[in-house]
């Protein structure tokens, strides 16, 4: 503790509330500056320590990231939760029309493609290749077909199963169909990695106040003696828990900032790569990093992980600490 710490901790007592204020302020910015410049007393070990934290935190924040850019890349693709009318072979095509204007109606339809009979023959026999085998066909086989597309709200295995059991009750509508296995398989892959990406970072969460709860104790240990000189001079639990709680707060912050500055160099190598992968399959799609609420949210977690972790450790070891 140094002399204008050592002050305060005599002035606080018994003192008016506008000085206790004033003295109040002092500390805060004596502490808050103390708390960086024990950091760079020691700038390797320490370096170590925010590096530490900032690989923990940047693990889970880069499983989501990549996580919400394969919710972003399966909501591109075609066909993901496409629901397939086949109507009957007596469905006429100002029939088959007018079904298609009814169903775009619903506000849970993104879209309806409509293949005559006609089409969908020339398409199949082009790519199946037996163009004369098809050819000999007496009459078309192949009937009217409406391909429903469902908006974002409604691609889920759910809400796409409610729309598909409406429709297949329809007069028109022989069969009904829907890649509910594909989807399902899907969205169930999706979620078991949200929980993964919980799970790991609510385990590297617990790690980090580990870390820094270690580091705040041996902060505490090297300033047993000054510690004890405070608390002979009356000064409170509080007061000398306060600057160890900036110390934590700077070790957060300054993790923070490493871990996005980790996030964001990861992400700008992988750019290119992915962009070629994407081209290859004739996509447009960009890898998304963090967004300027998301930088800010995954800063503010990593500051109050220090801040959590200091008050826990530092609390019971002051406790522990009398005047001989």
């Not at 693709?77 to 397939?84: F, K, M, P, Q």
Request: charged share 20%; net charge positive; with cysteine.
């Amino acid at each position: 503790m140094n002399p204008d710490q050592l002050t305060g901790a005599r002035l606080t007592q018994g003192a008016s509330l506008k000085a206790r204020f004033k003295m109040l302020i002092r500390l805060h910015k004596l502490e808050a500056k103390r708390g960086i410049q024990d950091i760079f007393d020691n700038p390797l070990s320490n370096f170590m320590t925010v590096l530490v934290i900032a690989i923990a935190l940047a693990l889970p924040t880069g499983l989501q990231i990549m996580l919400d850019n394969g919710k972003q890349l399966s909501q591109s693709w075609d066909g993901a939760s496409r629901i397939s009318l086949f109507l009957t072979l007596e469905t006429s095509k100002k029939q088959t029309i007018d079904l298609s204007n009814k169903i775009r109606q619903n506000l849970a339809i993104k879209n309806v493609e409509v293949i005559l009979p006609d089409q969908a023959l020339k398409d199949f026999s082009q790519q199946s290749g037996f163009v004369d085998a098809i050819g000999e066909l007496d009459q078309n086989p192949l009937p009217p077909t409406l391909v429903v597309q469902p908006v974002e709200a409604y691609s889920t295995p759910f809400e796409s199963g409610k729309l598909l059991a409406i429709y297949a009750k329809l007069p028109q509508v022989e069969k009904a169909q829907l890649d509910l296995d594909w989807v399902r398989k899907l969205y169930a892959l999706i979620q078991l990695a949200e929980k993964a990406a919980a799970a790991l970072g609510l385990a590297l969460g617990l790690a980090v106040l580990l870390i820094i709860g270690n580091t705040i104790r041996l902060s505490v240990q090297n300033r047993r003696d000054e510690i004890e000189i405070v608390k002979l001079i009356g000064a409170t639990n509080a007061f000398i828990r306060r600057p160890f709680l900036y110390t934590g707060f700077w070790y957060g912050l300054f993790a923070g900032i490493s871990c996005w500055l980790l996030v964001e160099i990861s992400l700008f190598w992988l750019q290119q790569p992915i962009a070629n992968l994407a081209g290859l399959y004739q996509s447009d799609f960009t890898l998304s990093g963090l967004s300027w609420s998301q930088s800010i949210q995954l800063i503010s977690i990593s500051c109050g992980l220090g801040l959590l972790g200091s008050w826990l450790s530092v609390g019971r070891h002051i406790r522990a600490i009398e005047p001989r």
